[in-house]
């Protein structure tokens, strides 16, 4: 690990203009009995229709906590392997409750049944602010800024907790998702060090999981009438180790495998799983943050869970330095990680811009 962190560059911060027709939430929109068409300023052509695979992998968690020598190393094979050629897995048996997990996304789903001017207390003023409701844009390569098909709420939840005050018991469902979510992320954190060859103890040390930084966020995406007209989250990365994804049994989730999009088709209380940049850059480009992205439907609205898990706010983070010396360079360069989410949470979505920067050129 190197000492200094290179700074990223400063963008442009996205801004809370409302669209000219739109005066609430994407919810109050797509309510609107006379909605037959999607405004203009929502507009983002794209073919939401993805593929189907058999072989998406699928991480058994309780194998990686079993006594049996065999069967963990087994698994921790596989989690590699998933890392390394998808960069997403479906994670079962992961020992949360699902009655914990189906309170959360029912809370989430209150929260955006509350008045508008009661979510609107947590309008984002700044991008550092610990907890955000909005509803997204993103910049095109012409400059023009098109809204996003969903409403969100964000909350800083660790190494500081924070949450809406409403609706009732919001905050303790979520604390306890977020910690319980925290340890499958430490012990899988655990065996991808292990599949890396690291000794004991290295990752944990190295990125200082004890404060590792957690995002809570809930997506509502309200039936679209024209779905390929429109995008609940264009194609990015995601900024941390790992994030986790649940939602309310509506697909919407696709990721990017050879140049295809998949569907990301789970079982029931299962929790889906994307590597992101802060892994790939750790890793030294071993495993891979996957390009990934929400589209919409005319059917049924949709509700994902998301809790991004990355390294502390203070951490460093470059290439292992044992990996390093085995592949003969750093193919990334240091940076500060909360400086790394600041950045990617204040612009527009837009792909790998952030996990581009942090590259180092060949010369």
């Known amino acids: 690990m190197a000492a200094m962190a290179t700074d990223l560059p400063q963008q442009p911060v996205a801004t809370s203009v409302e669209p000219s027709n739109m005066n609430s939430g994407v919810k109050v929109l797509a309510e609107s009995t006379d909605l037959k068409s999607i405004p203009s300023e929502f507009s983002?052509?794209?073919e939401p229709t993805g593929s189907n695979s058999d072989s998406i992998p699928i991480i058994d968690f309780s194998l990686l906590t079993s006594g049996n020598p065999d069967q963990r190393s087994k698994v921790i094979q596989e989690l590699g392997k998933a890392c390394e050629e998808w960069g997403f897995f479906v994670l079962v048996n992961h020992g949360i409750q699902e009655t914990l997990m189906k309170a959360t996304i029912d809370r989430s789903l209150e929260f955006f049944d509350l008045p508008e001017e009661e979510k609107?207390?947590?309008?984002?003023?700044?991008?550092?602010?610990p907890i955000k409701y909005g509803r997204g844009s993103v910049i095109t390569t012409s400059d023009k800024k098109i809204f996003l098909w969903r409403d969100f709420?964000?909350?800083?939840?660790?190494?500081e907790f924070h949450c809406p005050d409403k609706p009732q018991n919001f905050r303790e469902?979520?604390?306890?998702?977020?910690?319980?979510s925290r340890f499958v992320a430490r012990t899988l954190l655990q065996g991808i060090s292990e599949?890396?060859?690291?000794?004991e103890g290295f990752i944990e040390e190295a990125l200082k999981l004890d404060s590792m930084f957690q995002l809570f966020a809930a997506n509502y995406y309200p039936p679209c009438p024209q779905p390929d007209q429109a995008i609940g989250l264009p194609p990015h990365t995601d900024h941390g180790l790992l994030t986790f994804l649940i939602h309310n049994e509506v697909a919407g989730l696709q990721i990017q495998h050879n140049g295809k999009w998949f569907n990301t088709n789970s079982p029931q209380n299962s929790i889906l799983v994307n590597t992101a940049d802060q892994l790939e850059i750790f890793s030294n480009g071993r495993y891979k943050s996957v390009k990934h992205r929400a589209v919409v439907n005319n059917q049924s609205t949709r509700i994902s869970v998301v809790i991004p898990n990355g390294p502390a706010p203070d951490a460093i983070v470059g290439p292992a330095s044992p990996l390093v010396q085995r592949d003969g360079r750093p193919l990334y360069r240091p940076l500060k990680y909360i400086d790394y989410v600041e950045t990617q949470l204040g612009n527009p979505v837009d792909g790998k811009v952030n996990l581009d920067y942090a590259k180092i050129q060949d010369n």
């Open 153 to 159: 709420i964000k909350s800083y939840v660790h190494p």
């Open 44 to 46: 983002f052509v794209n």
């Open 195 to 199: 599949n890396l060859g690291l000794e």
């Open 120 to 129: 609107r207390k947590y309008e984002s003023k700044h991008v550092s602010d």
């Open 173 to 180: 469902i979520i604390f306890e998702y977020a910690e319980r």
